[in-house]
């Protein structure tokens, strides 16, 4: 199939999810979300591991945003082609250390008010994510043009459901685009489209650990059930930080093809 069959294919895909989405009534958030089956307090903090598993992200994010940095000015051993293109990746994983601090915030005293926190950096993740995704299998230039504003959209998806619940017509469609979207398209992007970049495939195993997140959230009361050891809810936490891992080992082992 020619690259512009491809990109018309992702286009038609892309009007087809957003249809789908918004042929949905509006998703209010379920006030049961916030009822984790590990209640428990640790050393003094209560939710204790849902608080903890947090760390990760952090150091993760952390991490993968210094490493990022020193690999976009490294002229030996390139792992982008031009510098500016580090910056989808920058934002992602500083962005990944504020879902640390963020969801830690929201997991002392779960509610909607401290979810905004949580949630309002995760999208930033998502979207930078798309980005980069953007700047290396469709267009360079483009993918740093759309950069601020796929964020912008992704701060906007969190806002509108906030304010939206407040008024007491809670809708998450937004945050729905902002969140299932680039999971869901990027792998998709990585199999059609080409990129300038060796280990692109480890993408896939990034997007496998978050669905593999996303599960272990669904199941959280009946993965604490066995045992009481460990919940759903903190499995999704350091499944997610993996993922984001995933995405930083890629750069660290792929050159330029």
């Known amino acids: 199939m020619k690259r512009d069959h491809r990109l018309r294919l992702l286009a038609y895909l892309t009007i087809v999810f957003w249809i789908v989405i918004f042929l949905q009534a509006p998703i209010p958030q379920d006030p049961a979300y916030h009822q984790f089956a590990d209640q428990r307090t640790l050393f003094g903090i209560p939710h204790g591991l849902n608080v903890l598993s947090n760390l990760p992200f952090l150091l993760v994010g952390l991490w993968g945003f210094w490493v990022v940095f020193g690999l976009a000015t490294d002229r030996a051993q390139p792992a982008f082609v031009r510098p500016v293109d580090s910056l989808p990746y920058q934002l992602l994983f500083l962005a990944v250390a504020l879902v640390g601090l963020g969801s830690t915030y929201y997991h002392l005293a779960p509610s909607n008010e401290t979810l905004l926190w949580d949630r309002l950096p995760l999208s930033m993740a998502f979207m930078a994510f798309l980005a980069a995704a953007i700047t290396e299998r469709l ?22 459901w906030y304010y939206t619940e407040r008024a007491g017509a809670g809708d998450l469609r937004y945050y729905v685009v902002a969140q299932a979207y680039p999971i869901l ?73």
């Open 139 to 160: 267009d360079r230039r483009a993918g740093i043009i759309t950069l601020l504003p796929l964020i912008a959209f992704g701060l906007f998806s969190v806002l509108y």
């Open 185 to 257: 398209f990027v792998p998709l992007m990585v199999r059609l489209l080409s990129s300038p970049y060796t280990c692109g495939s480890d993408l896939y195993i990034a997007g496998l650990f978050y669905l593999l997140a996303k599960a272990a959230e669904v199941f959280d009361q009946a993965l604490y059930a066995v045992g009481g050891v460990i919940s759903g809810h903190t499995c999704k936490h350091l499944l997610g930080a993996l993922g984001a891992y995933w995405v930083l080992r890629m750069i660290q082992r792929r050159r330029l093809s």
